[in-house]
């Protein structure tokens, strides 16, 4: 399925510093939250930034937040809203009475609510039976935010192959709440990231739009969504938008242009979704609070991986020479416009030509477990800031055991011991590293070549780490169980890197060779490997989840053994025991890469932001931890360094008193030849000869 290589959204527009029509509106309800009482409140106005709460209105659901300002009471929030599981269906709901008050809508980062998954049971082919309940339903704040929710949940349910039909269904709930006469509603919605959220959902039900042969087109009055197959040998390369913009059918034209150049590129039957947004603008800033104002069409364009720049034309609303007009683009993980998404190519009264390309995004740690996606820039500071620290950490582990190597593996065991060590530091530094270039690539849709590569070596070197720690843990289960029966040093080092790298390399080899052919080896939005299509991704989370499991029962058995020495001593020996048990868990743990268990929760419920932090926070700075408790906590290695230093100084204090000694002679020999001339000083190697 060829819409699984499109490139991720891109949102370009193009601002100035005055809109009249689409933004007054927004404009009004901004200017100190509002220029008049917006509602009333029964309370006492007589502090400044006070606050006051009232219920809504008879019939509503919700409430509304007032703030005292200048004496007098302005609304600021409000949650009001008549949607609910009972109307929002078309259909009789008398059998679903029993779900009472369970109508909760959480907010975005939460779990599908009720609503969500009664639609996909009852019409999950069309979306078609709420589509009625929502176009009758009032454009008050808290039914918009309702509606945004619904439609965020939609977009995490829908998986792939979204259909004509159902992106229809889709279009009509979005256009309901983008209408322009909701745009100043769009202030008091609590969640004031909720307009980015609804770019983000319709953006992503878009991208798994399924296009057959021929071109779709969804014409509503407030999101207008093209769709057709391009490639080398297109007559029409281009897009073209014409859509109102405010109440008295004044419009404006947007044009998508692909070069012919860049269409040379293309292969045959290339999918291209363009979706163009009239007000949401405006919504933007309205609920964002933003000083920039929307002069023409938001356009939103998913493209092939080959298409590396295209042109846009946007048509101004205000066609005022005075006004300063940029290029920029959506930043969607920081909701924020860019500037270096886009640059100006021409530009008159009139219209403005920019020239865009895909803008590049970070990847959070937690992908490597995860089956979806989860966007969140508290992830990806986790992620960037965790393996910066873990790469260096990683660096000075590796330094140290090189150091110290002759004084800490004299004994077979120990060999062994830091053998493993040394090549799970290795192997780690390498896997972060390669992430790091694979996030840097911004995903298979710009660069698919490299990011196969990219994948590839963090999935083989990612499932080193773990065999590397498989092997720690056959070596220690061998030490404790396998008393009477040794192999040879050359047999025990051969079978570690054969579990190390030879497992790895060919679960690899045999993933890629199996899955991209058919183009199912790569995430469609960044390089890791694939769930959806070829669950690719099983080739890591099985191994890695089977290694920690007798990872684990290794653990299990070195509590059992340290107990059983502790067993009928005193109660002093006993608590040492504790101790004990406590230091080997801790050491073990990272070592052992039993971090990585949180990844199973990840894999079950892969929408909670919570797991996936922690799932970041302890495996992300897994280098860190390495370096504390595999080396700086490791008695032997701190007492060889501390012979190492010792030692160092030593010869340096030896070097100096010599050279002291060689400078006092010289001095001495210098002051008797002026004295006497008589007395000459013979030095040969270990002795002075005095010839008076």
């Known amino acids: 399925m060829t819409h699984i290589l499109w490139l991720y959204c891109l949102v370009f527009l193009l601002p100035t510093e005055s809109c009249r029509t689409l933004c007054q509106a927004a404009r009004e309800s901004k200017m100190n939250v509002s220029a008049r009482p917006q509602g009333r409140c029964d309370g006492v106005c007589n502090k400044h930034n006070s606050q006051c709460s009232q219920p809504c209105p008879p019939d509503t659901e919700g409430n509304m937040g007032f703030l005292c300002r200048k004496n007098k009471w302005h609304k600021v929030t409000d949650t009001c809203r008549t949607l609910n599981v009972f109307n929002i269906f078309e259909e009789d709901l008398n059998s679903i009475q029993s779900l009472g008050e369970n109508i909760k809508i959480n907010h975005y980062a939460g779990k599908s609510e009720t609503i969500t998954e009664r639609l996909m049971q009852t019409c999950p082919k069309d979306l078609s039976c709420v589509v009625k309940g929502i176009r009758q339903s009032p454009r008050i704040p808290g039914n918009i935010a309702m509606i945004v929710q619904l439609l965020h949940n939609i977009s995490t349910e ?109 292969p045959s039957s290339s999918p291209v979704v363009s979706i163009a947004f009239p007000t949401l603008g405006a919504i933007l800033e309205a609920s964002l609070f933003e000083n920039i104002t929307v002069n023409g069409l938001i356009l939103s364009v998913i493209l092939p991986k080959e298409l590396k720049n295209i042109s846009l034309t946007f048509e101004k609303i205000s066609k005022s020479e005075e006004k300063r007009t940029h290029c920029v683009g959506w930043h969607s993980l920081e909701s924020r416009w860019d500037q270096k998404a886009c640059q100006m190519i021409q530009e008159n ?280 408790f595999g080396t700086i906590l490791d008695p032997k290695i701190r007492e060889a360094l501390k012979c190492q230093v010792t030692s160092a100084k030593w010869i340096s204090r030896l070097s100096e008193s010599l050279s002291l000694y060689v400078w006092e002679v010289t001095d001495l020999s210098t002051s008797l030849l002026a004295e006497k001339g008589q007395v000459s000083l013979k030095i040969n190697n270990n002795y002075i000869l005095n010839q008076g």
Not at 163 to 191: C, G, R, V
Not at 230 to 248: K, P, Q
Not at 600 to 626: M, P, R
């Open 158 to 266: 829908l998986k792939a192959d979204v259909d004509e039909t159902k992106m229809q269904s889709y279009s009509i709930i979005a256009n309901h709440i983008l209408n322009s006469n909701s745009i100043s509603n769009w202030t008091f919605i609590p969640e004031k990231n909720s307009s980015c959220v609804l770019l983000h959902s319709v953006n992503s039900v878009a991208r798994k739009l399924s296009i057959n042969k021929h071109p779709i087109d969804i014409p509503d009055a407030f999101i207008h969504i093209k769709a057709t197959t391009i490639s080398r040998d297109n007559n029409e390369n281009n897009f073209t938008f014409s859509m109102r913009v405010n109440d008295t059918g004044h419009k404006v034209t947007g044009k998508v242009f692909f070069t012919r150049d860049e269409l040379l590129n293309v």
């Open 349 to 628: 009264s009139k219209q403005a030509v920019c020239k865009c390309e895909p803008n590049r995004f970070f990847t959070s740690f937690s992908i490597l477990m995860s089956p979806h996606l989860m966007e969140s820039p508290i992830l990806t500071y986790i992620t960037y800031i965790g393996l910066g620290l873990s790469i260096c950490s990683l660096i000075l582990c590796l330094s140290i055991e090189a150091f110290v190597w002759r004084q800490v593996t004299k004994t077979e065991i120990s060999y062994l011991r830091h053998l493993c060590i040394v090549n799970v530091a290795a192997t780690l530094l390498m896997a972060n590293v390669w992430f790091i270039v694979g996030s840097f690539l911004g995903g298979p849709m710009t660069r698919h070549n490299g990011c196969v590569v990219a994948t590839f070596f963090v999935h083989f070197f990612y499932l080193s780490v773990f065999f590397w720690m498989l092997a720690k843990a056959l070596l220690i289960l061998y030490g404790i169980l396998i008393v009477f029966h040794t192999l040879s040093k050359s047999v025990l080092v051969a079978s570690l890197f054969l579990v190390g790298y030879g497992s790895p390399l060919v679960i690899a080899v045999i993933t890629v060779a199996v899955t991209e052919p058919s183009q199912g080896y790569l995430h469609p939005e960044v390089c890791w490997l694939n769930w959806d299509k070829t669950k690719a991704l099983l080739a890591f989370v099985v191994p890695a989840l089977t290694i920690m499991v007798v990872n684990l029962i290794t653990v299990a058995v070195v509590i059992v053994k340290t107990r059983q020495v502790a067993t009928g001593s005193s109660m002093f020996q006993e608590v040492r025991a504790i101790v004990r048990i406590s230091k080997n868990i801790a050491i073990l743990t990272p070592l052992l890469g039993l971090t990585w268990g949180f990844g199973i929760a990840v894999v079950i419920n892969d929408s909670s932001l919570v797991l996936h932090i922690i799932f970041s926070l302890l495996n992300a700075f897994q280098g860190f931890f390495i370096l504390v």
